[in-house]
């Protein structure tokens, strides 16, 4: 499986961006696919995910309310809406595939680091900069 992500860019303060993940080799039914970012010199961390059976969403909190994650089976591809977008955003997103269930603690939130571990395919990141 190859994961192409796209749509990065240079976005001002309280701006939009969408970015795309474009799965090949494999269709996205019974995947979990999850974006992540990292900022240089920090660690990698959970920004969203969604399972492709059950359409069911998780995000992180400092994006809740911001984030949308969505899919297109047909076109195999992932979808992350990103508004009101804050310096504080910028970083190198990526997504990932897994063939796994999403770890979830009692309260239902996702074990971030969990998910990440699970990932079986990582696509190149794409960059993300919010900057006035």
């Known amino acids: 499986v190859q994961l192409q992500a796209s749509g990065g860019g240079l976005v001002q303060p309280g701006g939009s961006l969408r970015l795309s993940c474009a799965a090949s080799?494999?269709?996205?039914?019974?995947?979990?696919i999850g974006w992540f970012r990292q900022v240089p010199g920090k660690e990698r961390e959970g920004v969203s995910c969604?399972?492709?059976?059950?359409?069911?969403?998780y995000y992180t909190d400092s994006v809740k309310g911001r984030f949308t994650i969505s899919r297109d089976n047909a076109q195999n591809t992932v979808y992350l809406q990103m508004n009101s977008l804050k310096p504080e955003d910028t970083a190198v997103y990526y997504c990932?595939?897994?063939?796994?269930?999403?770890?979830?603690?009692?309260?239902?939130?996702?074990?971030?680091?969990?998910?990440?571990?699970?990932?079986?395919?990582w696509g190149k990141g794409t960059l993300v900069t919010v900057s006035s």
């Open positions: 990932a595939l897994g063939r796994i269930l999403i770890p979830t603690d009692m309260s239902d939130n996702v074990k971030w680091p969990d998910l990440e571990y699970g990932m079986d395919y």
């Open positions: 080799g494999s269709p996205l039914d019974y995947y979990v």
């Open positions: 969604i399972s492709s059976s059950t359409g069911n969403t």
